[in-house]
């Protein structure tokens, strides 16, 4: 069942990404790294299209990490790279664009960042890549003593820059913005995916609670015995974790258990541990 999930998610952030780049950034000019904003800046100056360059690039930089990295390069890497390159490459065939879908560069722009970071964030969180520069940035890691997340940058920030001169300021402009807001996006994304809550309930009714947890969502519990303060009554405390649309549940079944429980809910970006996240 996860690895089916996983792989619904690795193709539906592969279609999402192609979207983005196809509809939004390729028609404006918006380089903002890696193969895309390479093969972006490439096709107004040579014969072959963008959605070719992205199929081309990829091909190489997969080549590349078979011959320098092995098997390492993963099964999964190579088939969100395929997909995201074919599907580029059927739109530009079968939905020929040769303009932007608006006079409004910014507001295209909100979307192009948006829907390839979201595309993005659900390949990362399958634990994938679309391969790309993210296989240069393994070469280099395997092979120099660079700092791979500057190096990368460096690349990104020189691709993002090059649109000054391919195309004009105010697409140089709107590259070197979107370069910058990815990465916070693509976190933010990623993060938003494993949100989880933790729960801490001070409670009279430890065995109901203890068993709904176990039993109904299937997560485990610890539990601590102590003394309020003020009332000098002991209770129980229950410590657990669940995803997000588990909380509302959880919640809503200690209250009609135990009306006089006291619940503390916190969130936490990212659980790891078994029901969860592996390391």
């Not at 099964?75 to 739109?91: E, F, G, H, P, R």
């Not at 820059?161 to 140089?172: E, L, P, R, Y």
Request: glycine share 8%; aromatic share 12%; net charge positive.
């Amino acid at each position: 069942m996860k690895k089916f999930k996983n792989f619904i998610m690795m193709t539906f952030g592969c279609i999402l990404l192609s979207v983005g780049v196809y509809f939004f950034k390729i028609p404006n000019g918006f380089a903002t790294g890696g193969v895309t904003g390479i093969a972006t800046i490439l096709a107004p100056v040579t014969p072959v299209s963008a959605g070719a360059w992205i199929w081309i690039l990829n091909i190489i930089m997969l080549i590349l990490g078979f011959i320098f990295l092995g098997s390492k390069n993963g099964i999964k890497t190579v088939y969100c790279s395929m997909l995201y390159s074919a599907i580029a490459y059927i739109l530009e065939t079968v939905i020929p664009i040769d303009q932007p879908l608006s006079n409004q560069p910014l507001l295209e722009l909100v979307y192009a960042m948006l829907i390839t970071s979201v595309g993005s964030a659900m390949i990362f969180d399958s634990n994938a890549s679309s391969g790309g520069t993210d296989i240069a940035a393994l070469i280099l890691k395997k092979y120099t003593s660079l700092d791979v997340g500057k190096a990368l940058l460096i690349v990104d920030f020189a691709v993002a820059a090059s649109t000054f001169f391919i195309f004009n300021v105010q697409t140089g402009l709107f590259s070197l913005l979107g370069l910058f807001s990815k990465a916070f996006i693509v976190d933010a994304v990623i993060e938003n995916f494993n949100t989880c809550k933790y729960f801490v309930v001070i409670t009279n009714k430890r065995d109901e609670i203890t068993q709904f947890i176990i039993e109904t969502l299937h997560h485990g519990a610890t539990v601590n015995n102590v003394v309020g303060e003020y009332t000098k009554e002991e209770k129980a405390m229950i410590h657990t974790v669940c995803k997000r649309i588990e909380a509302i549940r959880l919640r809503n079944e200690i209250k009609k258990i135990d009306p006089h429980a006291f619940i503390i809910i916190t969130t936490s970006s990212e659980i790891i541990g078994r029901g969860f996240r592996s390391v």
